[in-house]
């Protein structure tokens, strides 16, 4: 059996295709364009970031840098600072280092890692690129995603001026980074073929609405007349042949009309009353459409008042980080955890020593500024599984799951060294801020509340032996 298919289908269906096909096109070629951009703009600020600190770095002072005993040098710790310095004034950056080449063998001389993943002066790296052993002697960068033992990056490499071919400086970024960014490209170009795509359905049907409405129009205008009704006329303009027919039909119908103008009268009494009614109807849908609409408003508002308002319930407003309501909750679902997987947890309740002391001497607002500084601090230090909330005036809790006592006192004294050993740079005045820490271990035999008051406890105890120290409870 054929298939059968309507005019106005086939022309939908060619029409459709036809501005698919050039804005699909289109939209593909800009697409492959502006991916091979975003590639080259971020090889390109590898590149020229790597040449930029290469510059800054004198070879002359790396001579003496060959194990690990060499970290103490002040030309290790100058320039280590400052490869720290630039990675954290650029936030695309994930690792700043400096490699030596002797012979066939790549070994790093200084490493920006601040973890105890750093790679020492000395340690040698095995995993080749032809883009690095290029860095040694003039600029190249990654033209791919490679994987080493410190994960997934698109890297660029400098020799450093002096160098002689022995050194050079490399930047890692790291992959998730280049993977949002061209995430971000192919959600535009998703949205552009959408946006394509209901273009090419607007548009084809509207021309082929131009073909078969006045098609439609005689047809039905025909079976009107079989029925005997000759009271009405095409009133459709298609500026085109159509027009001609169109003329030739009504001339046609007028002149049938004229020998039925009683059938006529009657049938424009029964269209007025047709018309009015479907005013009417539309009139009332147009209502009805209006209060929806105005319904719809009002609860999308009331929905994202009350969004707004729980969020805000739930921040500290002067560091944006979760206030002492909200870590409740996150310890509530932390002992049904406990309870449901017998899964550990520890607290660190951490006071800043003598903040009176900073409010006093610089004011209040530089007081503000070292609370959202630590803040921001515990955030960095933390584990991403970990949990920070500001418990009170300047004091901060700290909710580490799946964590003993042992290792809650090593994040713990983790915590309070990074504090310790980088001064807060506030209005151009260097202060120095020490912690002391309470830390204790949830058990299920005790409430929550005596978990907290052991790391209470163990905070003042801590501060009576001299502060800037941490401390567990001795119940833990």
Known sequence: MAFRMTIGRKLFLSHFLAVLLVSGSIGSYFYFNASQS????????????????????????????????????PAYVRNLKKLRDFRRMNPDIAYLYIMRRIGEK??????????????????EYTDLVPTLLQGFTGLSVDDTIYTDQWGA?????????NGMGEFLVGIDMRALEVQEKFGKLRLSGIISLICSVLLALLFSRYLASRFTV??????????????????????????????????????MSTQLESSEKKKIDAYEALRKAR??????????????EETNGKLSKEIAERIHAEKALEEAAMTDPLTGILNRRAMMGYLGREIARNQRDNTNFVILLADMDHFKDINDTYGHDVGDRVLIETATRFKNIIRGQDTVARWGGEEFLILLPDTGL?????AAEKVRGHIADEPYVTYGKNIHITLSIGVAAFRPDQPLDDCIKAADT???KAKHCG????ECSSID
């Open 106 to 123: 790549v070994l790093f001389v200084i490493d920006s890692d601040e973890t105890e993943d750093q790679a020492l002066p000395g340690q």
């Open 153 to 161: 990056f698109l890297s660029g490499y400098s020799p450093i001026k």
């Open 214 to 251: 006045p098609i439609n129009l005689l047809i039905a205008r025909c079976r009107f007349i079989a029925e005997g009704r000759l009271d009405d006329h095409v009133a459709f303009r298609t500026n085109d042949e159509l027009d001609n027919l169109i003329v030739a039909f009504n001339s």
């Open 406 to 410: 042992e290792g809650g006192l090593m």
């Open 458 to 460: 163990a905070l003042y």
């Open 38 to 73: 975003v590639l080259t703009g971020l090889q390109d600020r590898l590149k020229y970031s790597a040449a930029f600190i290469s510059r800054t770095i004198d070879a002359t002072e790396l001579k003496d840098i060959h194990a690990e005993s060499d970290i103490s040098s």
């Open 275 to 288: 018309d009015e009614l479907e005013v009417r109807v539309q009139q009332r849908t147009q209502d009805l």
């Open 467 to 470: 502060r800037n120290r941490v």
